[in-house]
C-alpha cells in the first residue's frame, strides 16, 4: 500500500488550464504585425491565382491574337496583351498557379531531402556524419545558378507534356521542380544536423533507448518534433527562394516551355519592352515581389512564434 | 529478499576513447571511466553505489543496462548476458531493466504529453491490446506514483520538479520491469520532495519486488533506502558491506573520510567529531595512479601502496575492502 505521505499528494486544482505549446505559438504570431499582414497578402494572392481561374477560362491565358499585340491595359484586357496577343490578366492568373505550385512542390523535395540528410547524419554521426557532410559541402560549393542552368539546360524538354484535371502541363514543369528541389536542400541538411546533435544528448533519448524503442521511432518521433520550428521557417522561406529561382531561370528561357505561362516565363522577353511596354513586366514582377515578400513576412513571423526559447507572450 | 543473484557485474570497464586532430583523428588514450566493477544485486534488494562527482557511478548504472558498450567484463541481468543481447534478447531485456533519470528536466521529452510519454514502454513492448486499455493502464500508473489521472494530457513543462521525477518513475514501472537504476533520482530536488520520493521508490519497491540499484552521493539517503552500499573511487569499488556495518565499522580510508562528511543533526555531537580532509583532487581518469588508485590521498597509504593494486577481498561476513592496510 502506499503511505499517506505519497497518497495524499499533488491533487492539485489547476482549473484553468495553461496554455499550450501551440496557443502560445499562435498568441506570438497574431502579436507580429508585419507577419500578419504578409499573410492576409499571401490568402489575398492565392485567392487571385486559384480563384481567378473561376472567372477567366484557361484558353484566354493561351489564346494568340496577334493583330491585338502590346495593346496597353484597356477595359478588354485590363492589363494589356502580350506580344503575341495574350491577355496578361489571364496569364499572371494561371501563371501564378504554376509558378506557387513549382514552389510549394520543390519545397517538398528540398524538405524531405534536407531532413532525411541531415537527421541520419546528426543521430548516427562519426563515419556517416563526416560523408554526408562533405557531401553537402560539396553541393553548396557550386554556384546554385550555375547548377540550375546546367541541369534545365540538359533535362528542359526530356519530359513529355502532362495532362492532370483537364489541363496540360509543360514537362519542363516537372524539371523544374526537382532541379530546384536538388540543389536547395542543404542549407536545411546542415540545420537539421545541427539540432539533432543537440537533442540527441537528451536525457529523454537516452530514456527512450533504455525503454527498446527504435532508431527510427527515435528519429520520427522524439527529435524530429522538438526541431520542428526552423525546419517550419525554413520550409516557408523556402517557398519563396524556389519561385524567385524559377523566375530567373524562365527570364534566362531556360525555365518552363510555353505555352505553360509562370510569372518567371512572362519577364521573358519583356526585357525588350521595358519602356514601350511597361506592363509586359509589371504585373508578374509585382506579383513576384509580393509574394515573396508576403512569404517572407509570414516566415520571419513563425520564426519568431515557434521558438521554444523565445519567452515573450 | 532472497539469495538468487538478479544482477551480475563481473570486472566491468568502460572506457571511453579521446581523439585528437579536426581531419585525421587519432585515438589518443582513454577515459577510464569505470574500471574493473564487480558486484551482485539480489532479488528484492536495494543495493547502493555511492562516491564523488565523476568517479564513474552513472557509467557503472548506464552500462550495465547496455546504454553504452561494454569494454570489457561481463554483466548479467536475469539470464540476458547484456553485452552479447541483440534483438529480440535485447528487446526482452529493455523491458525487464529500467531506469530513473537524475533531471526531471531533460528527461522528459517536451513535445510530448504525460500521457505519451508514460505509455511509451507499453506501446513500444506491446503490453496492451487496445486504445482504451492503454489509457486506463496509464491512469493506474499514474494513480500509483501519486499523481492524478485527470492531468493525462498535460505537457511536461506544466509540472513541477517532484511531479515529473513521479512522471519519470511511472514511466519506468510502466513496462513491469524487476531491476530499475536509479541514477541519482532525487539529487536535483528540494529536501522536502526528496523524501516523498524516496518514500514512494520504497512503497513501489515492496509493491513489485522491485530491484534497485540506488547510485547517490547522499550518503543518509542511502543508508534510509539501501539494504547495501558500495563505495566508489575513480572508476573501482573501494568497499562495500551491509548499510549498517559499512556506516557503524568503515574499514576503507576513503569510506571513512566520506563518511565523516555526513552533516550530523546534532550540534554537540558533530562539535566532537573527527572531519577527514582529504588532501589533494582526484586524479585524472584518463591516467590513473599506479597501484591501489588513492594511494595519492590516502593517510595511511605505505609505499607498497604505490606499487601494488590491492584485491577486492572479504574481511568480515559480507564486507569487502579493497586496502592493503586492513587486516
Known amino acids: 500500500m502506499l503511505t499517506e505521505s505519497t497518497s495524499n499528494l499533488l491533487i492539485d486544482d489547476l482549473e484553468a488550464p495553461p496554455l499550450t505549446l501551440k496557443k502560445l505559438a499562435w498568441k506570438r504570431f497574431t502579436r507580429h504585425k508585419m507577419a500578419m499582414v504578409g499573410g492576409l497578402f499571401l490568402i489575398l494572392l492565392i485567392l487571385y491565382s486559384f480563384g481567378g481561374s473561376l472567372f477567366v477560362e484557361e484558353k484566354y491565358a493561351n489564346l494568340t491574337n496577334p493583330p491585338i499585340r502590346l495593346s496597353p491595359p484597356s477595359l478588354q484586357h485590363p492589363f494589356g496583351t502580350d506580344t503575341v496577343g495574350r491577355d496578361v490578366l489571364a496569364r499572371t492568373i494561371y501563371g501564378g498557379q504554376i509558378s506557387m505550385i513549382i514552389g510549394i512542390l520543390a519545397v517538398i523535395i528540398e524538405t524531405s531531402l534536407g531532413i532525411l540528410i541531415g537527421a541520419v547524419a546528426g543521430y548516427y554521426g562519426g563515419k556517416i556524419d563526416s560523408l554526408l557532410m562533405r557531401f553537402t559541402e560539396a553541393m553548396l560549393n557550386i554556384p546554385e545558378i550555375f547548377l540550375l542552368i546546367v541541369m534545365a539546360k540538359f533535362f528542359g524538354n526530356k519530359i513529355p507534356n502532362l495532362t492532370l484535371l483537364g489541363r496540360t502541363f509543360s514537362g519542363s514543369v516537372v524539371v523544374i521542380v526537382v532541379i530546384i528541389g536538388l540543389t536547395s536542400w542543404m542549407y536545411l541538411a546542415r540545420i537539421v544536423r545541427a539540432e539533432f546533435l543537440s537533442i540527441k544528448e537528451n536525457d529523454f533519448i537516452l530514456a527512450a533507448k533504455a525503454t527498446g524503442t527504435s532508431n527510427g521511432e527515435i528519429i520520427i518521433r522524439h527529435i524530429l518534433p522538438n526541431s520542428i520550428a526552423p525546419i517550419i521557417v525554413s520550409a516557408t522561406l523556402g517557398v519563396a527562394n524556389a519561385i524567385l529561382a524559377e523566375a530567373y531561370i524562365s527570364f534566362l528561357g531556360l525555365g518552363v516551355q510555353p505555352p505553360t505561362a509562370t510569372w518567371g516565363n512572362m519577364l521573358d522577353g519583356a526585357n525588350n519592352y521595358i519602356e514601350s511596354a511597361p506592363w509586359l513586366w509589371f504585373f508578374p514582377g509585382l506579383l513576384i515581389l509580393l509574394t515573396v515578400l508576403s512569404i517572407n513576412f509570414l516566415g520571419d513571423g513563425l520564426r519568431d512564434a515557434i521558438d521554444p526559447h523565445s519567452r515573450a507572450i | ?327
Open chain 2, 1 to 327: 529478499m532472497d539469495n538468487t543473484p538478479l544482477v551480475i557485474v563481473d570486472k566491468l570497464k568502460k572506457y571511453f576513447p579521446i581523439s585528437k586532430g579536426l581531419l585525421f583523428q587519432k585515438q589518443t588514450g582513454f577515459v577510464k571511466a569505470v574500471d574493473g566493477v564487480s558486484f551482485v544485486i539480489f532479488h528484492g534488494e536495494t543495493l547502493g553505489l555511492v562516491g564523488e562527482s565523476g568517479c564513474g557511478k552513472t557509467t557503472v548504472g548506464r552500462t550495465i543496462l547496455g546504454l553504452y558498450p561494454i569494454t570489457e567484463g561481463r554483466v548479467v541481468i536475469e539470464n540476458f548476458d547484456v553485452a552479447k543481447a541483440k534483438g529480440v534478447e535485447l528487446h526482452q531485456l529493455r523491458q525487464k531493466a529500467q531506469m530513473i533519470f537524475q533531471d526531471p528536466y531533460a528527461s522528459l521529452n517536451p513535445r510530448w504529453t504525460v500521457s505519451a510519454i508514460i505509455s511509451e514502454p507499453i506501446r513500444v513492448h506491446h503490453l496492451v491490446q487496445s486504445e482504451t486499455e492503454k489509457t486506463e493502464r496509464v491512469k493506474e500508473l499514474m494513480q500509483l506514483v501519486g499523481l492524478s489521472p485527470r492531468l493525462i494530457n498535460r505537457f511536461p513543462h506544466e509540472f513541477s520538479g517532484g511531479q515529473r521525477q513521479r512522471i519519470g518513475i511511472a514511466r519506468a514501472l510502466a513496462s513491469q520491469p524487476d531491476f530499475i537504476v536509479c541514477d541519482e533520482p532525487i539529487s536535483a530536488l528540494d529536501v522536502s520532495i526528496q523524501a516523498q520520493v524516496v518514500n514512494l521508490l520504497e512503497d513501489l519497491q515492496d509493491r513489485f519486488q522491485l530491484t534497485y540499484l540506488f547510485i547517490a552521493h547522499d550518503l543518509s539517503m542511502v543508508r534510509h533506502i539501501c539494504d547495501r552500499v558500495a563505495v566508489m573511487y575513480l572508476g573501482a569499488i573501494v568497499e562495500s558491506a551491509d548499510k549498517d556495518e559499512l556506516y557503524e565499522h568503515p574499514l576503507h580510508p576513503y569510506t571513512n573520510a566520506l563518511l565523516s562528511a555526513v552533516p550530523i543533526p546534532d550540534p554537540k555531537k558533530d562539535r566532537n567529531r573527527q572531519r577527514i580532509i582529504l588532501t589533494g583532487d582526484v586524479p585524472s581518469p584518463i591516467n590513473p595512479p599506479s597501484g591501489c588508485r588513492f594511494h595519492t590521498r590516502c593517510p595511511i597509504a605505505k609505499p607498497h601502496c604505490k606499487e601494488i593494486t590491492p584485491e577486492f577481498r572479504e574481511v568480515g561476513s559480507n564486507h569487502w575492502v579493497a586496502c592493503h592496510e586492513i587486516a
